[in-house]
């Protein structure tokens, strides 16, 4: 499955997929080296500036060079004016709330609380989430200087000089990113499209030999299904082209990313296939390879026709459509309109604030339990006038603030993690052994270098390991660049390590203990939302001329495309969720994984019927194959809403659910004489046949397991 390419821990020792989840997630990719020598190279630029004209807060301005997005430079360029907002509106509120409140101690309290509210509030509903962690990242520095009435002139300098480093950061990285624009001189879009199409001609190449695919090769296949063409399709949206060739080429992408997707899902089921289908492989590897010489010389590959040929493998018939479609889109014989309905542009990003800032009760409830671990934290180190943990208490919180508790927990072990490796061993290791023996801008400058490139390979890794890779830096750069001296104080260090500690408490009592939601929940919600999605995509009435049901078919696939990266997201974090429920959860988690995998690929088979519709024109069905084909699209549409009833069920009582609500899965998810239809290859074009057949069998198929055992039941 496309889904099914990791290992579960559970089905290994920890040991061996530790080391497996690690050489997975650092082991090199195309583009990986010099996005990392982008981010070191700013980095290090700015540090030496902020060093060299002693800029209080300099740590901030190295943070801001690894967290501003580098997807092209028209991105980093837009992102770069959001952060100098982000920055205007800081050196606005802050002198103005500090002059008005926070001479008194009593009005000053409340305004710190305001100010963490806001911080929060804004963290959860600014549409660029990097933004917003700059934003916070900024405030809780500022709130750090205001947390006790002082000199008010000392105090607003500071929060000044905290502002003017990370816009130092923010430019730097505009002019590095465009000294690397002006001399990368490949095309994006065609680089991106010619490596995946690489990995399926390899996977195909070794079909046809009848070899092993090599790990590499299946690797790779895995990262692109993984990380899909959203990166190629906002290339796409910001290049200069015409309205048909961007047309066009908008259809190859998705063409592409559905061949990849089908590519990885077979790769990981068949080994091996039989002789006849080895000789597809071959000539669908061929296929491939004209395509590739049209990306790069723009010879237009000859016109492929599907052989008709009967195929056990159902993913391999799929691919052989896909690509087949390929020259006719590039040859401009289909309407633009099934261009764009394949194409899945993005949509208009939205304005500076989510659409449901003010309307969504929940971003006033995050912002609560937020405002509260903040005020936490500052009435301790207030209390015991202890000053110096009390700026990275305040981070941590807002570094690790999410909605459910497995995600927070996540990100608190990554960034305890980050922590000890980029402020105990990085930061106090220089401090013990390194940083005594030099005396020069020049070594230090050296020793940053290699530990920032250290924490960037951590920091573009995936989701899943990234975080760490900015807590090494953070932990870092905090220890050595706030001030204009090496620092070899380890007074620093550990109060940076109490005020991690104190954070992660904080954050465990405002978001687990006063408002638990799960990890577990999250997830299980989010796989029941998208079965129904699936039910609705099922017997969605698709017009190929219709802007609205264009539209209305890209949301939809947004939607559940998402939600299958939330589900992923969530059983990543249920594994740190702990109490007398972990168990069940974790059984529910192993179910949820495979049920992920097979419900994705349930998913493409639906999409490649949704194509055939609008592209198979030229097979005109019969009325008793349209009327069977409606029926099976309102039985898969029914199935799919009885298992999400199902499974809401269980979710809402974490305990088998009532002979009733099983029953209502234990009949036939199809009636027997439209089972029996849809395996009739006479009724149904031999394509749509077997996708209308493989679909059936996965439906049953999911609709066995989830009968074979309650979600939470311990086997």
């Given at each position: 499955?496309?889904?099914?390419?990791?290992?579960?821990?559970?089905?290994?020792?920890?040991?061996?997929?530790?080391?497996?989840?690690?050489?997975?997630?650092?082991?090199?990719?195309?583009?990986?080296?010099?996005?990392?020598?982008?981010?070191?190279?700013?980095?290090?630029?700015?540090?030496?500036?902020?060093?060299?004209?002693?800029?209080?807060?300099?740590?901030?301005?190295?943070?801001?060079?690894?967290?501003?997005?580098?997807?092209?430079?028209?991105?980093?360029?837009?992102?770069?004016?959001?952060?100098?907002?982000?920055?205007?509106?800081?050196?606005?509120?802050?002198?103005?709330?500090?002059?008005?409140?926070?001479?008194?101690?009593?009005?000053?309290?409340?305004?710190?609380?305001?100010?963490?509210?806001?911080?929060?509030?804004?963290?959860?509903?600014?549409?660029?989430?990097?933004?917003?962690?700059?934003?916070?990242?900024?405030?809780?520095?500022?709130?750090?200087?205001?947390?006790?009435?002082?000199?008010?002139?000392?105090?607003?300098?500071?929060?000044?000089?905290?502002?003017?480093?990370?816009?130092?950061?923010?430019?730097?990285?505009?002019v590095v990113e465009a000294v690397f624009h002006a001399f990368q001189k490949q095309d994006q879009i065609k680089e991106g499209l010619d490596s995946r199409l690489q990995a399926m001609e390899n996977m195909l190449a070794c079909y046809a030999s009848g070899t092993?695919?090599?790990?590499?090769?299946?690797?790779?296949?895995?990262?692109?299904?993984?990380?899909?063409?959203?990166?190629?399709?906002?290339?796409?949206?910001?290049?200069?082209?015409?309205?048909?060739?961007?047309?066009?080429?908008?259809?190859?992408?998705?063409?592409?990313?559905?061949?990849?997707?089908?590519?990885?899902?077979?790769?990981?089921?068949?080994?091996?296939?039989?002789?006849?289908?080895?000789?597809?492989?071959?000539?669908?590897?061929?296929?491939?390879?004209?395509?590739?010489?049209?990306?790069?010389?723009?010879?237009?590959?000859?016109?492929?026709?599907?052989?008709?040929?009967?195929?056990?493998?159902?993913?391999?018939?799929?691919?052989?459509?896909?690509?087949?479609?390929?020259?006719?889109?590039?040859?401009?014989?289909?309407?633009?309109?099934?261009?764009?309905?394949?194409?899945?542009?993005?949509?208009?990003?939205?304005?500076?604030?989510?659409?449901?800032?003010?309307?969504?009760?929940?971003?006033?409830?995050?912002?609560?339990?937020?405002?509260?671990?903040?005020?936490?934290?500052?009435?301790?180190?207030?209390?015991?006038?202890?000053?110096?943990?009390?700026?990275?208490?305040?981070?941590?919180?807002?570094?690790?603030?999410?909605?459910?508790?497995?995600?927070?927990?996540?990100?608190?072990?990554?960034?305890?993690?980050?922590?000890?490796?980029?402020?105990?061993?990085?930061?106090?290791?220089?401090?013990?052994?390194?940083?005594?023996?030099?005396?020069?801008?020049?070594?230090?400058?050296?020793?940053?270098?290699?530990?920032?490139?250290?924490?960037?390979?951590?920091?573009?890794?995936?989701?899943?390991?990234?975080?760490?890779?900015?807590?090494?830096?953070?932990?870092?750069?905090?220890?050595?660049?706030?001030?204009?001296?090496?620092?070899?104080?380890?007074?620093?260090?550990?109060?940076?390590?109490?005020?991690?500690?104190?954070?992660?408490?904080?954050?465990?009592?405002?978001?687990?203990?006063?408002?638990?939601?799960?990890?577990?929940?999250?997830?299980?919600?989010?796989?029941?939302?998208?079965?129904?999605?699936?039910?609705?995509?099922?017997?969605?009435?698709?017009?190929?001329?219709?802007?609205?049901?264009?539209?209305?078919?890209?949301?939809?696939?947004?939607?559940?495309?998402?939600?299958?990266?939330?589900?992923?997201?969530?059983?990543?974090?249920?594994?740190?969720?702990?109490?007398?429920?972990?168990?069940?959860?974790?059984?529910?988690?192993?179910?949820?994984?495979?049920?992920?995998?097979?419900?994705?690929?349930?998913?493409?088979?639906?999409?490649?019927?949704?194509?055939?519709?609008?592209?198979?024109?030229?097979?005109?069905?019969?009325?008793?194959?349209?009327?069977?084909?409606?029926?099976?699209?309102?039985?898969?549409?029914?199935?799919?809403?009885?298992?999400?009833?199902?499974?809401?069920?269980?979710?809402?009582?974490?305990?088998?659910?009532?002979?009733?609500?099983?029953?209502?899965?234990?009949?036939?998810?199809?009636?027997?004489?439209?089972?029996?239809?849809?395996?009739?290859?006479?009724?149904?074009?031999?394509?749509?046949?077997?996708?209308?057949?493989?679909?059936?069998?996965?439906?049953?198929?999911?609709?066995?397991?989830?009968?074979?055992?309650?979600?939470?039941?311990?086997?």
């Amino acid at each position: 499955m496309a889904t099914a390419t990791i290992a579960p821990a559970e089905s290994q020792g920890f040991t061996s997929w530790f080391w497996e989840f690690l050489k997975s997630e650092l082991a090199p990719y195309p583009g990986r080296g010099v996005m990392v020598a982008r981010i070191v190279i700013a980095a290090t630029i700015t540090m030496i500036l902020t060093m060299t004209f002693r800029v209080p807060g300099g740590a901030l301005g190295a943070i801001v060079a690894f967290i501003i997005s580098r997807e092209n430079f028209a991105t980093t360029a837009k992102f770069t004016i959001s952060v100098m907002t982000a920055l205007i509106m800081v050196t606005l509120f802050v002198p103005i709330g500090a002059r008005m409140f926070a001479s008194a101690p009593f009005t000053h309290f409340f305004w710190e609380i305001f100010s963490l509210l806001l911080i929060f509030f804004l963290l959860r509903t600014l549409s660029n989430f990097a933004v917003a962690t700059i934003s916070g990242i900024i405030g809780t520095a500022a709130v750090g200087i205001w947390y006790l009435p002082g000199p008010a002139e000392r105090n607003l300098e500071l929060t000044l000089w905290q502002i003017l480093a990370p816009a130092i950061g923010a430019a730097v990285t505009i002019v590095v990113e465009a000294v690397f624009h002006a001399f990368q001189k490949q095309d994006q879009i065609k680089e991106g499209l010619d490596s995946r199409l690489q990995a399926m001609e390899n996977m195909l190449a070794c079909y046809a030999s009848g070899t092993t695919i090599p790990a590499q090769v299946e690797g790779a296949l895995t990262q692109y299904a993984t990380v899909t063409v959203g990166s190629l399709r906002r290339f796409l949206a910001r290049a200069r082209y015409t309205d048909l060739y961007r047309a066009q080429m908008s259809a190859v992408i998705s063409l592409v990313a559905r061949s990849v997707e089908f590519a990885a899902a077979l790769s990981h089921t068949q080994p091996y296939i039989s002789r006849a289908d080895s000789e597809l492989a071959a000539r669908l590897a061929q296929e491939i390879a004209e395509i590739r010489q049209f990306l790069k010389t723009g010879q237009k590959p000859p016109m492929f026709e599907t052989t008709g040929a009967s195929s056990n493998i159902a993913l391999l018939k799929e691919i052989e459509s896909m690509i087949a479609l390929i020259p006719r889109v590039i040859e401009g014989s289909a309407s633009l309109e099934a261009f764009r309905v394949l194409g899945g542009m993005p949509e208009p990003e939205s304005g500076f604030l989510r659409s449901d800032a003010f309307t969504n009760p929940d971003h006033l409830r995050f912002a609560l339990s937020g405002c509260l671990a903040g005020t936490l934290c500052y009435v301790v180190c207030a209390g015991i006038a202890w000053r110096g943990p009390l700026s990275t208490a305040l981070l941590t919180c807002v570094l690790t603030a999410l909605s459910t508790i497995g995600a927070s927990r996540q990100k608190q072990f990554l960034r305890v993690v980050g922590t000890v490796i980029g402020g105990f061993i990085f930061g106090l290791g220089a401090q013990i052994f390194i940083l005594p023996n030099i005396d020069s801008i020049t070594e230090f400058t050296l020793l940053f270098v290699a530990v920032s490139m250290v924490a960037a390979w951590v920091g573009t890794a995936s989701s899943r390991l990234s975080y760490c890779g900015l807590q090494i830096a953070v932990s870092f750069d905090f220890i050595h660049l706030n001030d204009f001296a090496i620092q070899t104080s380890l007074t620093i260090g550990r109060d940076r390590t109490v005020g991690v500690l104190l954070g992660i408490a904080m954050m465990w009592l405002a978001f687990e203990r006063l408002q638990p939601t799960t990890a577990t929940d999250e997830m299980v919600r989010t796989f029941t939302r998208n079965l129904r999605l699936l039910g609705d995509l099922s017997v969605y009435s698709l017009q190929p001329h219709d802007a609205a049901s264009i539209v209305g078919i890209r949301k939809l696939r947004d939607q559940i495309y998402a939600n299958f990266s939330n589900v992923n997201s969530q059983s990543d974090a249920v594994p740190f969720e702990l109490g007398k429920l972990r168990p069940q959860h974790m059984a529910a988690r192993d179910r949820m994984r495979h049920w992920q995998a097979v419900l994705r690929t349930a998913y493409l088979l639906q999409l490649a019927i949704l194509q055939y519709r609008v592209f198979g024109s030229t097979e005109k069905l019969s009325e008793t194959s349209e009327k069977m084909l409606q029926e099976f699209d309102q039985s898969c549409a029914q199935t799919l809403n009885d298992m999400a009833a199902y499974l809401e069920a269980q979710r809402t009582w974490e305990t088998s659910s009532p002979r009733s609500l099983a029953q209502s899965i234990e009949s036939p998810a199809f009636p027997p004489e439209l089972a029996a239809a849809a395996t009739d290859s006479t009724l149904l074009p031999g394509s749509l046949f077997s996708l209308a057949h493989e679909l059936l069998k996965i439906l049953e198929r999911l609709r066995e397991q989830m009968l074979a055992a309650p979600l939470f039941a311990l086997e």
